[in-house]
């Protein structure tokens, strides 16, 4: 079983920024992939960036040049620095990892508020 804590999430202006973070514990394998999602309310769960072990990453075009996922493999956390934030990046942000083709898990989540 693995267990998924966010951190980092809060209130910020517009144009500011947030970091934050994701502790994964528990039977994690060694090649993995780690991931942000966000849901805005009454809207469905939408990806925002990946990263595997081995350090390749994937980005929404949304958040692409604003948004940078990095991971430290020692500690099985993963982050999300997310800069020049917009009102429309207000949402719950989740993190997820996925190990294979049958295994994933998502932590509780972590709101992010932006206000213009």
């Known amino acids: 079983q693995v267990q998924l804590v966010e951190s980092g999430g809060g209130l910020v202006q517009a144009g500011g920024s947030l970091r934050l973070s994701c502790a994964a514990s528990g039977s994690i394998t060694r090649f993995n992939t780690m991931a942000w999602y966000r849901q805005a309310p009454g809207k469905q769960r939408d990806f925002v960036a990946a990263i595997t072990s081995p350090g390749s990453t994937n980005y929404a075009d949304s958040v692409k040049g604003r948004f940078t996922i990095s991971r430290d493999n020692a500690k099985n956390t993963v982050f999300l620095q997310m800069n020049s934030l917009k009102p429309e990046d207000t949402a719950v942000y989740y993190c997820?990892?996925?190990?294979?083709?049958?295994?994933?898990?998502w932590g509780q989540g972590t709101q992010v508020t932006v206000s213009s």
């Open positions: 997820r990892l996925i190990a294979g083709a049958y295994f994933s898990s």
